[in-house]
């Protein structure tokens, strides 16, 4: 995958339930991380790249 | 009053040792690609204390790249504050909540004493740092190369020999318990 090039990322951080930032506690957190990938790069055929979803 | 599970060493090492405690360290839960999209969903713990051998530590430190001596992740365990522990909500939004605690419970009396081998409780002699517990059930790995780039801002303190040896002791012993059939 690294001849794809990746968008700017779409950051959800997951805080609490209701999707907050919750400063009051330091408890672990997820941090969601979406890449859009947009565009090839590499020597591929032309037919190949139009394969791409 | 419980007593002193742990102290600050007051020269910081150049390298990484066991025992030491990290603040804001990130690790990847999972990577999914779907049609277009990437998706990586990591998980950011306030605070992990690090679990290795110190002799691994060391030569890791001293040895070059190409060596097998050097490590390529480092192995650490949540920490976390005990009063969120006893508030039950230490896990935030990854696990729910287990029931709230106070001191004074047996189980909490027990578990300030050490005694219950899932949990390390630390209380410093130092003022500048809150009770902390570690929960050696669940214990991850971090990139060696991120950790040394960034050790500086990720390094909240050492801790000192004798109390980190403990603690090496009893998540050893922890994870090499025989597990019975329920």
Redesign the interface.
Known sequence: MDDLIIEAPDINENFNEDNEINVDTFAPRRIVLKFKISKHVSNISEEDENNIP | MSQISAKKTKITSPRICQGDIFTNI?II?SIN?V?????????????SICLNQECDLESDFKSKSEKDSRLLHIAIA?V??FE?FLAG??????FTNTNRSKRGDTKIDLIMKNEIPRFHYLRFIDDDMPEFIIDFKHFFTIEREYLYSNLDQLRLCSIDDLFKEKISQRFSNFISRIGLPV
Do not use: A, D, R, V
């Open positions: 990130e839960e690609f049609k277009s999209e990437m998706e990586i969903k990591k998980i950011c713990f306030p605070y949540p976390f504050l969120q909500n230490h896990w935030g939004t990854i």
